[in-house]
């Protein structure tokens, strides 16, 4: 097993890092809300630019936005309201009619330097309603978001999914599943936070997946342990070997971590061509984890 005991080592307090956050469920979405309040909960400073409504599915789509004719999802804006917008009393929480590569452009280009006067340090992605595993990343607009900021724009991605969930308006009463993903999502932020900049390498995103939550499994963040995996199934004598870690040359697919009994989250490490990246990526990654990582059984 490869841990590095330099990354063990890293605390794991919020620095005074800047955070662009986006998805793809819609800004007024229960889980994107909840991951605002975890993270900012531990002191980062946070600004959410997402879709006015539901875009799930449209990948990496980028289109100029339009006017709304329309109330917002979850009536979260009025009809007839522009192309853009915020919310009334929290100006960290805007919306943009377009697909979700648009929106974190926006949320990039416009308005974070607004806020922090320039890039953000860190871009977040999700959580997503339902996992996005192996080929399902081709489709999300979660990982369309992520995957925009970390390849095209140079800001180190992450674009978070969970198992469990339903579209849920922002103001309802918190599932228990948001609450805990939005704090393992800040746990996974934290570590890749800890270990310094540069956070990713370049061009790098990381997709990370957790495991359904009920009252009877995977019901406390506790419970939670993340493993390294890859994305793709590894095709025999094609696909390069993996980082070596646990033992082995090849990693788990994403799809075998989170159906490992157990409560295991998934982190693959994806290149600006929603790919796997390769060995020597997957190992500066593992650097920056270190024993934040375990192995399957």
Same mark, same amino acid.
């Given at each position: ?36 309040? =975890? ?47 915020? $919310? ?7 919306? @943009? ?26 871009? @977040? ?5 339902? $996992? ?36 849920? !308006? ?11 993903? !939005?704090?393992? =999502? ?6 890749? @936070? ?17 495991? =359904?939550?009920?009252d009877s499994s995977c019901a406390s963040v506790g ?13 025999? /004598? ?18 075998? @971590? ?14 600006? $061509?929603? /790919? ?22």
């Open positions: 097993m490869r841990f590095p005991l330099a990354a063990a080592t890293l605390p794991l307090a919020a620095q005074a890092i800047n955070i662009i956050s986006s998805n793809d469920d819609g800004w007024a979405e229960i889980n994107i809300r909840s991951l605002y309040g =975890a993270l900012t909960a531990v002191g980062y400073s946070v600004v959410v630019s997402a879709p006015a409504e539901n875009e799930s599915g449209t990948g990496s789509l980028d289109i100029a936005p339009s006017d709304r004719t329309e109330p917002c999802e979850f009536n979260s804006c009025p009809a007839d309201s522009g192309a853009y917008g915020n $919310n009334a009393t929290d100006p960290h929480l805007n919306w @943009v009619n377009s697909y979700p590569v648009t929106s974190i452009k926006h949320g990039i280009e416009v308005v974070a330097p607004q806020f922090f006067g320039g890039n953000p340090d860190l871009a @977040v992605s999700g959580p997503n309603i339902g $996992n996005n595993l192996g080929l399902a990343v081709l489709l999300s607009g979660t990982v369309g978001a992520a995957n925009y900021a970390a390849g095209t724009a140079g800001i180190p991605a992450i674009a978070f999914s969970g198992d469990t969930g339903s579209q849920t !308006a922002w103001n309802a009463t918190l599932p228990v599943y948001s609450a805990i993903y !939005a704090q393992l =999502a800040t746990k996974v932020t934290e570590r890749i @936070v800890a270990a310094g900049a540069p956070y990713l390498p370049d061009g790098v995103w990381l997709n990370v997946n957790f495991p =359904a939550v009920s419970d939670f342990a993340f493993v390294l995996s890859r994305i793709y199934t590894a095709v025999p /004598l094609l696909t390069s070997d993996d980082v070596e870690t646990c033992g082995s040359k090849r990693l788990p697919t994403e799809t075998t @971590v989170v159906d490992t009994d157990g409560c295991y989250v998934s982190i693959s490490v994806g290149d600006s $061509n929603k /790919l796997d990246a390769n060995a020597t990526l997957q190992g500066d990654v593992l650097e920056k984890l270190g024993d934040f990582l375990t192995c399957l059984p």
